[in-house]
Nanobody, 119 residues
Framework: QVQLVESGGGSVQAGGSLRLSCTDS????????MGWFRRTAGKEREFVAT????????AYADPVKGRFTISRDSAKNTVYLQMNSLRPEDTALYRCAAASRKGGPFDSWGRGLQVTVSS
């Protein structure tokens, strides 16, 4: 099973930026798709962004389009989420996820990072 290690959460004022990182700690195995989800207390988990590691195609949820950018560093087995123009409604627990097979489920999850955006 893929092991994911996250870093980069924290607190920021509205309009500020944060960068989240997610590293696959098992460098001898590959994933097909990696991305980020978030969850606010009392709400269901929400898709944020994904990137396919073989095709380099990205997808974004509507609320973050134009503000967040997902990218990868293949040499470091790491996916990044650059979050700009942050809003208070972006406050959530962000979790990295990976799908090991094309068309398969997200079968590995990070512990989660808290992102808090103040007005």
């Amino acid at each position: 099973q893929v092991q994911l290690v996250e870093s980069g959460g924290g607190s920021v004022q509205a309009g500020g930026s944060l960068r989240l990182s997610c590293t696959d700690s098992i460098t001898t195995v590959d994933n097909y798709l990696m991305g980020w989800f978030r969850r606010t207390a009392g709400k269901e988990r929400e898709f944020v962004a994904t990137i396919s590691l073989t095709e380099n195609m990205t997808a974004y949820a509507d609320p973050v389009k134009g503000r967040f950018t997902i990218s990868r560093d293949s040499a470091k087995n790491t996916v990044y989420l650059q979050m700009n123009s942050l809003r208070p409604e972006d406050t959530a627990l962000y979790r990295c996820a990976a799908a090991s097979r094309k068309g398969g489920p997200f079968d590995s999850w990070g512990r989660g990072l808290q992102v808090t955006v103040s007005s």
